[in-house]
């Protein structure tokens, strides 16, 4: 599982012109499900995302998780993480997980996040989205479960 971790001040993601999914204060998260993916996976990155010490404290250090903050998250899925340019010009996505099991994963997932407490929007699995934010810091992460 790959995830690209953006700390916002706002997000939101419009498909056919209706918003489906926004935020104020909080993570997007743009989400690759592998074809290796297990439940452990799903586990370990919500574990770690609801974790990890990103935003602000009074002091200025980035001490504090979104859980502390009760920032919300906006989840969307991005098949587009797994693809490997090292050889020719165009994309393989061949390490992407089909997409039947990658939005059953991706699902689980963002269960996974609400049963932690924390208010998570999505986009919408499989179409064409526009995705805008305020990326505040800017502090962007590349995670990887493996």
């Known amino acids: 599982m790959k995830v690209v971790l953006q700390r916002v001040s706002e997000a939101k993601v419009t498909v056919e012109n209706e918003v489906v999914g926004a935020i104020g204060k909080g993570l997007m998260l743009?989400?690759?499900?592998?074809q290796e993916?297990?439940?452990?996976?799903?586990?370990?990155?919500?574990?770690k995302l609801a974790g990890l010490r990103i935003f602000e404290d009074d002091g200025g250090k980035m001490n504090l998780s979104?859980?502390?903050v009760g920032g919300d998250v906006l989840s969307v899925s991005?098949?587009?993480?797994y693809g490997d340019c090292r050889?020719?010009?165009?994309p393989n996505f061949m390490g992407a997980a089909r997409p039947e099991l990658a939005e059953t994963l991706y699902d689980k997932f963002?269960?996974?996040l609400r049963a932690r407490g924390l208010r998570v929007e999505t986009?919408?699995?499989?179409a064409?989205?526009?995705?805008?934010?305020?990326?505040?810091?800017?502090?962007?992460?590349?995670?990887?479960?493996?």
């Open 30 to 34: 743009l989400v690759g499900v592998g």
């Open 37 to 47: 993916d297990t439940e452990q996976d799903l586990i370990w990155m919500a574990d």
């Open 66 to 68: 979104i859980e502390d």
């Open 78 to 81: 991005q098949f587009t993480l």
């Open 87 to 90: 050889k020719g010009r165009r």
């Open 110 to 112: 963002n269960g996974l």
């Open 123 to 126: 986009g919408r699995f499989g």
């Open 128 to 146: 064409m989205m526009d995705v805008s934010l305020v990326n505040d810091g800017p502090v962007t992460l590349i995670l990887e479960s493996r």
